[in-house]
């Protein structure tokens, strides 16, 4: 069964570091767009970033610009969100996606991907 398998979550403190991987299992995913979503409690899934499938561009929120950074090893099909100097309104499980979203509005958009993780939680205490 093809499926994608997040890790790396945890609880950390303001200004802590964390690396998210999402590793493929069972299929290949390393032609596909790759994208990081979070929910938040009684909040909607929102798009956090996402990468191309050579990794050639890359798109962000407002809010994470300048400390996460998404990539991916197409050799390993896995994609990384590496995430710095976090905080508390960080909070939330973390899924990858897979799909062929094209162009930065697509991107944003859940219903663009095919595929997705169980998620992994990232709580950051103030």
């Known amino acids: 069964q093809a499926q994608l398998v997040e890790s790396g979550g945890g609880l950390v403190q303001t200004g802590d570091s964390l690396r998210l991987s999402c590793a493929a299992s069972g299929r290949t995913f390393s032609d596909y767009n790759k994208g990081w979503f979070r929910q938040a409690p009684g909040k909607e899934r929102e798009f956090v970033s996402g990468i191309t499938w050579n990794g050639g561009r890359t798109y962000y929120i407002d809010s994470v610009k300048g400390r996460f950074t998404i990539s991916r090893d197409n050799a390993k099909d896995t994609v990384y969100l590496q995430m710095n100097d976090l905080k508390p309104e960080d909070t939330a499980v973390y899924y990858c996606?897979?799909?062929?979203?094209?162009?930065?509005?697509?991107?944003?958009?859940?219903?663009?991907?095919?595929?997705w993780g169980q998620g992994t939680q990232v709580s950051v205490s103030s």
């Open positions: 996606a897979a799909g062929r979203p094209a162009g930065s509005v697509s991107y944003r958009n859940p219903s663009e991907y095919n595929y």
